[in-house]
C-alpha cells in the first residue's frame, strides 16, 4: 500500500551487513487534518470551558474578563446571524403588511363573494370592533375534501369540540403538515387560528385548504 514505505534498503554489495527493516505507517491525509481539527476543537471547548468558570467565580456570572479568540469569533458570527435572521423576518413582516391590504379588499379575489369592509385603522385585533361581522365563505372546490385541504370545518363544530382537533403552531404529523408560521406563534381563539396580520372582512378557509398557515412554492422556469 502507498502509506507504507521502509526505512532504508538493505545493501546490495556482497558481504553488506542486513538490517532489520521495520515498515512505518504513514496516516492517511484527510485523517490527519480530521484528527488536528478534532483536536483544535477540543482545545478551544477546553478554553471556553475554563474562561466562563472563572468568570462564574470572580463575578458571580457576570465577568468582563476577555473571551479566548475562538470564542469571540464563534460568538460574533452568532450575533450577525441573528442580527441577519431579524432583518429578513422583518423585511417579510413588511411585504406580509402591503400584502395584507390587498387582502382587505372588499372583493375577494376569484370569487363574487364581498367581504365586510375593514378600514387601515380598525384592522389590528388589539382594536374592540363590536360590529365587526366577517363573511363566512369556503370555497365547494375546498369542501369536496381534496388530498390538499383538511377534512374538518372547524365552524361547523362547537368551540369545546374544535379543542385540540387540530394540532396548531407546530408539525401536524397527522396529515404530515407544517402549521407553523414564519411570523412567528399566531393566537388560536375558540379553537380557530387567527390571522396574526388582523382582521380582513372574511371567516373561513376561503380558497384555501388548510386551517392555518397555507405553505406554497411556486416554481420558475427561466431559460
Known amino acids: ?7 532504508s534498503q538493505p545493501s546490495q554489495v556482497s558481504g553488506a551487513r542486513n538490517f532489520d527493516i521495520q515498515p512505518i505507517v504513514k496516516m492517511p491525509e ?3 487534518k480530521r484528527l488536528r481539527s478534532l483536536e483544535d476543537q477540543v482545545r478551544l471547548q477546553a478554553e471556553s470551558l475554563n474562561w466562563i468558570v472563572n468568570a462564574m467565580i470572580e463575578s458571580n456570572l457576570y465577568t468582563r474578563c476577555l473571551a479566548p479568540a475562538g470564542l469571540r469569533s464563534e460568538l ?3 450575533k450577525l446571524q441573528k442580527e441577519q435572521d431579524s432583518m429578513y423576518v422583518q423585511s417579510m413582516i413588511s411585504q406580509q403588511t402591503e400584502t395584507q ?10 370569487t363574487g363573494i364581498k367581504k365586510f369592509p375593514v378600514p387601515e385603522d380598525m384592522a389590528s385585533w388589539d382594536i374592540t370592533w363590536p360590529e365587526y361581522k366577517p363573511v363566512y365563505y369556503e370555497a ?3 369542501k369536496a375534501n381534496p388530498s390538499w385541504a383538511d377534512h374538518v370545518n372547524l365552524l361547523e363544530l362547537s368551540p ?3 379543542l385540540n382537533k387540530i394540532k396548531f403552531n407546530a408539525y401536524d404529523e397527522s396529515c404530515k403538515y407544517n402549521r407553523t408560521s414564519y411570523l412567528g406563534e399566531y393566537q388560536i381563539i375558540d379553537g ?4 396574526p396580520m388582523g382582521r380582513t372582512g372574511m371567516i373561513g378557509r376561503g380558497l384555501l385548504g388548510r386551517w392555518g398557515p397555507n405553505q406554497a412554492g411556486d416554481p420558475i422556469v427561466t431559460r
Not at 1 to 7: K, P, S
Not at 101 to 110: A, F, I, L, Q
Not at 192 to 195: G, S, V
Open 1 to 7: 500500500m502507498d502509506e507504507v514505505h521502509e526505512t
Open 30 to 32: 484527510q485523517l490527519d
Open 76 to 78: 460574533k458570527k452568532e
Open 101 to 110: 391590504t390587498k387582502s382587505r379588499s372588499v372583493n375577494y379575489v376569484g
Open 140 to 142: 365547494p372546490e375546498v
Open 160 to 162: 369545546k369540540k374544535r
Open 192 to 195: 380557530i387560528p387567527r390571522n
